[in-house]
């Protein structure tokens, strides 16, 4: 009797330390033995991917500013080509809502054509209006450019 009572301890023994995870021989102390810690689970790909992006987003700032730094001379030159770009379609939608105008049209053209008529009688007819003009625009010149 005694042994059929021992002989059932110890599977009872044997099935509780199985249902815990754990494994122990028939007999053997495992009071005094160390516990590890239950292995982590593998993390999925949504959250490696949604752990990569946060590491990205917490240093998007740093990038972004290394970046401007690197490249502020080129950058400018592009902004500036850009704007450059943008005011002369501004200017060429304005002149053509201007052109749209019916007697607006013909007037600018007349006002042109004076002005250009003008600018013939005054500077380009004489040796010396031209020599003027010469001497006006190498005045310009060295005030734009430096001597």
Known sequence: MKTMETEQQQRE???TSLSQGTLALEGADTTNLPRLAPAAEPESQWQQTSRQISQILERLPE??????????????????????????????????AINDIPLLSPLFELVGIGYASWFIFRYLLKASTRQELADEIEFLKNQLVGE
Do not use: E, H, M, S
Request: a positive charge; zero cysteines; glycine letters at 2%.
């Open 63 to 96: 990038y972004l500013g290394r970046f401007f730094k690197d490249y502020k001379q080129p950058l400018t030159t592009v902004a500036l080509i850009f704007a450059a770009i943008f005011t002369a379609k501004l200017v060429l939608a304005v002149l053509n």
């Open 13 to 15: 023994f044997i099935n």
